[in-house]
């Protein structure tokens, strides 16, 4: 059934036949993931940077929330930010930002997703009627199916990036060899550190745990964080991190924050970046800190569900630095991809309810003292 925004698309499109713009000119990447994947895809943008002819600028648009990465970006990127929520549920809104993508009259658009979306994302592409647009297979999507198969005209090629599970830098760089037609080996998770803007204060926590997660079933209970904290030397410094909303969300943690030397950093992810560099030990939830720090060179432990492994935890073996150490719970029904088939056990997911604590805190114990 059409929405209210199909109609206005359609009026749109045809009055971009009559408009006039400038000559082509720039690039624009589409990356429509969130934090986390804002994270992971800064590896490869500094090859795709490269897509751009002499004098050339590049743009890449990205959701409003991942604009909170933007400080991981190469300074040559001009970042556009768009609200996909607006963007479904604002005709001005919509309108608006269509208006400026066409105006803007793109001589490559590349739509870097495997996941994608056909009333948002793809709609960007169309409306900006850049002069080529180049794109991967999209993921099966039963869903919107029929719609993405009709988008595919938006396309001048479209590159096979392989089966539904494989590693997404992986993916991304497969995307890369293919659009610059040079083949390198993916980028190992690491971002260098002079990207980074100051240093650490002299009180940065020796341990920072973010337990919170926008999916409360990947969320371990406050009894694990509790053993933990136990678990460290007398004096340890730790944080607990998260958005200023989560302990409203999570009551149940306010009583870590009354164990010694414990408090919580509501701060944004660019002013934690520098905390995380200097940090003994980060424990994340598998959640774009985790990816973060991770990233920034922090010991780092993540408690992942089984959902994405084969596709983003844990990561491919030749991408995976030594700071990692990611934990699963190998499932038969591993790589769901968040469609979790079982029922929750005591409200988290069943591959988060299996993380053994003994496990847990043998990496603990590894991680902090080596």
């Not at 400038?22 to 934090?35: E, N």
């Not at 870590?256 to 950093?265: R, S």
Request: contains cysteine; glycine residues 6%.
């Amino acid at each position: 059934m059409s929405k209210p925004f199909h109609i206005q698309d359609r009026i749109l499109g045809l009055l971009r036949l009559f408009s006039w713009r400038p000559p082509a000119t720039g690039v624009l990447l589409v990356s429509a993931g969130g934090l986390g994947d804002t994270v992971l895809f800064s590896l490869i943008l500094p090859r795709l940077v490269g897509l751009a002819e002499d004098g050339e600028q590049v743009t890449l648009l990205i959701r409003r929330e991942a604009a909170k990465m933007a400080f991981l970006l190469p300074p040559e990127l001009t970042v556009m930010a768009i609200d996909f929520k607006l963007l479904r549920h604002s005709l001005k809104y919509r309108r608006k930002q269509f208006r400026g993508l066409f105006n803007s009259h793109y001589r490559l658009a590349v739509c870097t997703d495997y996941l994608r979306h056909p009333d948002l994302d793809e709609s960007l592409i169309r409306a900006a009627a850049p002069q080529q647009a180049l794109a991967m297979e999209p993921r099966p999507w039963p869903k919107h199916d029929r719609a993405l198969r009709k988008n595919r005209t938006l396309y001048r090629r479209l590159f096979d990036s392989g089966p539904l599970h494989v590693d997404k830098v992986v993916r991304w760089s497969r995307l890369a060899d293919w659009l610059t037609g040079t083949v390198e080996p993916a980028p190992t998770v690491s971002i260098p550190r002079d990207r980074i803007a100051g240093t650490a204060p002299n009180d940065s926590p020796e341990v920072m745990i973010q337990p919170f997660s926008a999916v409360k079933l990947k969320q371990s209970p406050p009894d694990l964080y509790r053993q933990i904290i136990d678990r460290l030397p007398s004096g340890t410094r730790i944080t607990l991190t998260g958005a200023p909303s989560d302990l409203d969300n999570n009551p149940e943690f306010k009583a870590l924050l009354k164990l010694p030397n414990v408090e919580f950093d509501p701060a944004t992810f660019a002013d934690l970046a520098a905390k995380l560099m200097a940090a003994r030990l980060v424990i994340s939830v598998d959640t774009a800190l985790m990816h973060l720090a991770i990233a920034l060179g922090a010991p780092t432990i993540g408690l992942a569900s089984a959902a994405y492994v084969g596709e983003i935890v844990p990561y491919a073996p030749e991408i995976t630095p030594p700071n990692a150490h990611i934990l699963f719970q190998p499932m038969d029904c591993q790589g769901c991809l968040g469609a979790c088939p079982k029922a929750p056990i005591d409200g988290m997911y069943p591959c988060i309810a299996g993380l053994q604590s003994e496990r847990i805190m043998a990496a603990v114990d590894a991680v902090f003292r080596a």
